[in-house]
């Protein structure tokens, strides 16, 4: 029973597949250029795209179950409800789908609501699904690691309700893990969802004292200025992708990213571990 893997060579795909593959799990990966990939051995590769219906065709051929994660994108809508009605045609009865921590809330931010409006349709369509919601990732900060340690200052507009930052390798491994409970499963599982997050629910403050500590020197909160970081943005992305992550610093500002009352322990439960602390992955990169 074959999984299909979807943002295969990206940071969650890349940790999904090796999970998977760990585990001993029959992976197929979906990638536009198979020449300029390197994939674990005995995955098998499928050339295509999200917005090409007759490539997905091939690719979801003899497909059990898929993991289904797009990146952000004008059209990342268009290509999720794509590859859900051809999953459908071609048989697929389970599905992971990659949204985001308050998709419901966050309802100006484009590409929550647009992950909101996936998760209705993954539950109209009838998958055995899980949604996964994860909150801030951790490596995200590595685009500013050397604003922090060549000036001092944490940048991220953060503010001071908290997100429950989540480290990609813990949602690599509850991603592969959900995977093979349902394309294990004999009958059709109930949808669930499941808010991915990390130990701690860190402040500005919080996050610019774990640097301070583990670089042994001064590191402040560089504030919620959401205007300036829209600007700063749009140095190395497009604007329209700039402003939806002003939107998004917005409601860091005046909603965070909380986790609901149980759910470290039921992720902690899942991986038969700790997950990974903030200040570790601080840590590492310090190192």
């Known amino acids: 029973m074959t999984i299909l893997v979807t943002g295969a060579t990206g940071k969650v795909g890349t940790q999904v597949i090796e999970q998977l593959v760990k585990r001993g799990a029959d992976v197929r990966a979906l990638v536009r250029n198979p020449a300029s990939v390197s994939l674990p051995a005995g995955v098998s590769v499928a050339q295509g795209d999200l917005l090409d219906p007759d490539s997905l065709?091939?690719?979801?051929s003899g497909?059990?179950?898929?993991?289904?994660?797009?990146?952000?994108?004008?059209?990342?809508?268009?290509?999720?409800?794509i590859a859900l009605n051809v999953a459908r045609e071609a048989g697929v009865k389970h599905v992971?789908?990659?949204s985001v921590i308050h998709s419901d809330l966050y309802v100006n931010v484009p590409h929550f609501a647009g992950k909101y409006g996936v998760e209705r349709m993954i539950e109209q369509m009838?998958?055995?699904?899980?949604?996964?919601?994860?909150?801030?990732?951790?490596?995200?900060?590595?685009t500013i690691k050397d604003v922090v340690l060549g000036y001092g200052v944490y940048p991220m507009p953060v503010g001071d309700k908290g997100l429950a930052m989540?480290?990609?390798?813990?949602?690599?491994?509850?991603?592969?893990?959900?995977?093979?409970?349902?394309?294990?499963?004999?009958?059709?599982?109930?949808?669930?969802?499941?808010?991915?997050?990390?130990?701690?629910?860190l402040t500005g403050a919080d996050i610019a004292a774990a640097w301070s500590s583990v670089l042994a020197r001064p590191i402040a909160y560089g504030g919620g200025d959401t205007a300036a970081f829209e600007q700063n943005l749009r140095n190395f992305?497009?604007?329209?992708?700039?402003?939806?992550?002003?939107?998004?610093?917005?409601r860091f500002l005046t909603d965070?990213?909380?986790?609901?009352?149980?759910?470290?322990?039921r992720l902690t439960a899942l991986l038969g571990r700790p997950l990974r602390a903030y200040r570790d992955f601080a840590a590492a990169i310090a190192a």
């Open 96 to 98: 992971v789908y990659l």
């Open 166 to 201: 989540i480290d990609v390798g813990d949602i690599g491994e509850i991603a592969a893990l959900e995977l093979i409970r349902r394309n294990q499963s004999a009958t059709p599982l109930p949808l669930e969802r499941i808010n991915l997050v990390g130990p701690d629910t």
């Open 237 to 250: 992305m497009p604007c329209w992708m700039a402003y939806d992550m002003r939107l998004m610093g917005e």
């Open 256 to 265: 965070g990213m909380i986790p609901d009352a149980g759910d470290v322990e």
């Open 57 to 60: 065709r091939g690719a979801l």
């Open 126 to 142: 009838g998958f055995s699904a899980t949604i996964l919601r994860p909150a801030y990732f951790m490596d995200n900060d590595l």
């Open 63 to 81: 497909v059990s179950t898929l993991f289904l994660l797009n990146a952000v994108a004008p059209d990342e809508f268009t290509q999720a409800l």
